[in-house]
């Protein structure tokens, strides 16, 4: 069938262009993005192919379908963490963006006191939100930071808040909140992001108009934070809705100076966006797309990791707990 050899050519022409080209082009960078999803005519294909007994229809789709296994069956591998802490103790870190202007935070509440977290990055907190949770988490976090502006990134914390400032990475785009923790002794840096997603474009050449995708803004950024963390004496955590996909070129990027917990100790896909959407009276499907993380530097090895949902929120949160080991006994 040469619907089937022409989808299997295309897929690994695409899946070799990733590695072989340094700077990807923008509509490489949108088939990127859409992650497994690229892989879904398979469904389709494959049956078609056994049906038909076409035999070299059925080694494209089979090809097809190794490497998709490949790629995604260690999402599925029973994770066995980074490396083993050699200093003692843990600290367990949430993210979780909360969603458009909630008027009832109750249930964000109920959530993020349910996860039990050290640490709990915040975005999209709003004044409503902000509010709840300095009455009703105040016993359990007694170190906070709580903007008042809408939309703003926050933290949440059992360890003291040395400082704290607001930047922007790479000095483009939204800003970004850093903060010095007193992790019992330790000085830890936590950085809180929500960038704003790449720009999905229609291109226009002679003759066609194309989708494309623009990550630059979004490689940027994520490379000054993630050569900030990563040079960080001490532990360091990037937390937040970083708005890309793991099987982007800016978490190619954050993944080289970093470690992502949830690729070293969770398990499946890891999807975050979106739940909780609806048209009229239908509920969308969801969530479809892993764009919420928690990433650490050698300081730290994650021991566990899970996606929840729940809350109200449009995203899923993430929470991962980290054991503290000695920096100058590994590397990247």
Do not use: K
């Amino acid at each position: 069938m040469p619907l089937c050899l022409a989808y299997a050519v295309g897929v690994f022409a695409f899946f070799s262009l990733r590695f072989l080209v340094p700077a990807w082009p923008p509509l490489l960078l949108l088939f990127a993005d859409l992650g497994p999803f690229l892989y879904a005519p398979l469904a389709l294909l494959l049956p078609l192919a056994l049906i038909s007994r076409a035999w070299p229809a059925i080694a494209a789709t089979l090809a097809v379908v190794l490497l998709f296994l490949v790629i995604y069956l260690p999402f599925f591998l029973p994770a066995a963490g980074t490396l083993p802490a050699t200093v003692g103790g843990s600290v367990t870190a949430m993210a979780f963006n909360l969603g458009p202007d909630v008027s009832q935070p109750a249930g964000l509440t109920a959530a993020i006191a349910a996860a039990g977290a050290d640490v709990v990055a915040l975005e999209e907190l709003y004044p409503a939100a902000a509010q709840a949770f300095a009455v009703a988490l105040a016993t359990r976090y007694p170190y906070r930071i709580l903007p008042s502006e809408p939309g703003a990134n926050g933290l949440l914390s059992r360890y003291p808040i040395r400082d704290h400032e607001s930047f922007r990475p790479a000095g483009v785009g939204r800003a970004a909140l850093h903060a010095t923790l007193d992790l019992d002794g330790d000085v830890a840096q936590v950085y809180v992001l929500h960038p704003e997603p790449p720009v999905i474009a229609l291109r226009p050449r002679p003759g066609v108009v194309r989708p494309a995708l623009y990550p630059a803004h979004l490689e940027a950024q994520l490379a000054d934070v993630g050569a900030r963390a990563a040079s960080a004496s001490g532990p360091a955590l990037v937390m937040g809705d970083l708005n890309m996909s793991d099987q982007s070129r800016p978490y190619v990027v954050l993944r080289s100076a970093l470690y992502d917990a949830f690729w070293e100790a969770g398990w499946g896909l890891g999807f975050t966006f979106p739940v909780n959407r609806r048209i009229g009276p239908l509920g969308l499907p969801g969530p479809l797309v892993r764009i919420d993380y928690i990433f650490y530097n050698d300081a730290l090895s994650a021991a566990q990791a899970y996606v929840g949902c729940g809350g109200g929120s449009d995203h899923c949160y993430v929470v991962a707990r980290l054991e503290r080991r000695e920096v100058a006994a590994v590397g990247r």
